[in-house]
């Protein structure tokens, strides 16, 4: 059975509320493909207006990050109770800029990854490579190795529902682009490991997105590619060019 191509947003630390409903309104006739799940990545303060703003629309609303914990005392942190009572269906986890700037451990984030499962929520799992991994040719080892550490404890069922995101860190923001030949030996590289974890049925079935300086111009060379099922998109998911990416088959 064929994969469903998966566009997703992750609008970062853009977008206030007001900003946010203007932004749904202006993407709502753009974005609408029936081949295709559009799902928007939003800030925490943005994810209630935004929930009530897509209702009725062919868009799911998914979070930018969450905390292990169920609830308590943990200032500033949201849970995944939260995230499910308000509506939304998936989360980003993993995303190299939290990798960075908020040290977090691919230990930390397999605790992730197993609180969104448990609580029915999907992760969009990031993974990628530094320019000087990829200069190195460690690539392939160091993607298998956060993808085994990441995926720690979760089974064959739970990983096929899950989207992976593969994010050359070198093309995140940069507006370089990895060829689509690029994204699509470490897509398959990905699908490969999924097999040897767990076996062909999953690999078969999960969805790995490729992120990095996607655009309308790039998109269609990308997502024509066998195993590369959809985009995590930043820039672009700001802008109506958004649309133009889900409508990358017409
Ligand atoms: C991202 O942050 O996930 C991303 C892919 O960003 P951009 O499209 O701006 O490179």
Same mark, same amino acid.
């Given at each position: 059975m064929a994969r469903k191509k998966i566009? =997703?947003? !992750?609008?970062?630390?853009?977008? $206030?509320? $007001?900003?946010? +409903?203007?932004?749904?309104? $202006?993407?709502?006739?753009?974005?609408? !493909?029936?081949?295709?799940d559009v799902v928007?990545?939003?800030?925490?303060?943005?994810?209630?207006?935004?929930?009530?703003?897509? +209702?009725?629309? !062919?868009?799911?609303?998914? =979070?930018? !990050?969450?905390?292990?914990?169920?609830?308590?005392?943990? $200032?500033?942190?949201?849970?995944?109770n939260m995230l499910v009572d308000a509506g939304v269906k998936y989360v980003i986890i993993g995303h190299s800029e939290r990798r960075q700037y908020f040290g977090e451990t691919d230990e930390f984030l397999n605790k992730k990854v197993l609180k969104a499962l448990e609580k029915g929520l999907t992760p969009i799992l990031c993974c990628g490579e530094t320019l000087e991994q990829r200069e190195a040719g460690v690539t392939l080892d160091w993607i298998n190795l956060q993808i085994k550490s990441d995926l720690q404890g979760v089974t064959a069922e739970q990983a096929a529902s899950i989207v992976i995101a593969y994010e050359p860190i070198w093309a995140i923001g940069t507006g370089k682009t990895a060829t689509s030949d690029q994204a699509q030996e470490v897509c398959g590289a990905i699908r490969k490991t999924i097999a040897e974890i767990y076996d062909a049925d999953t690999a078969e079935k999960i969805r790995i997105q490729y992120g990095g300086s996607m655009n309308a111009g790039n998109c269609k060379e990308l997502l024509a590619k066998p195993d590369i099922d959809g985009g995590l998109i930043g820039g672009a998911a700001l802008k109506p060019d958004f649309g133009q990416i889900v409508n990358y088959d017409k």
């Open positions: 566009i =997703a947003g !992750n609008w970062k630390m853009n977008m $206030t509320p $007001t900003e946010a +409903k203007a932004l749904v309104e $202006t993407l709502a006739p753009l974005v609408q !493909n029936p081949d295709v928007y990545c939003v800030p925490a303060i943005d994810i209630v207006p935004v929930v009530e703003a897509v +209702k009725g629309s !062919n868009v799911e609303v998914g =979070a930018e !990050n969450l905390y292990i914990e169920d609830k308590g005392a943990f $200032t500033g942190e949201i849970s995944a």
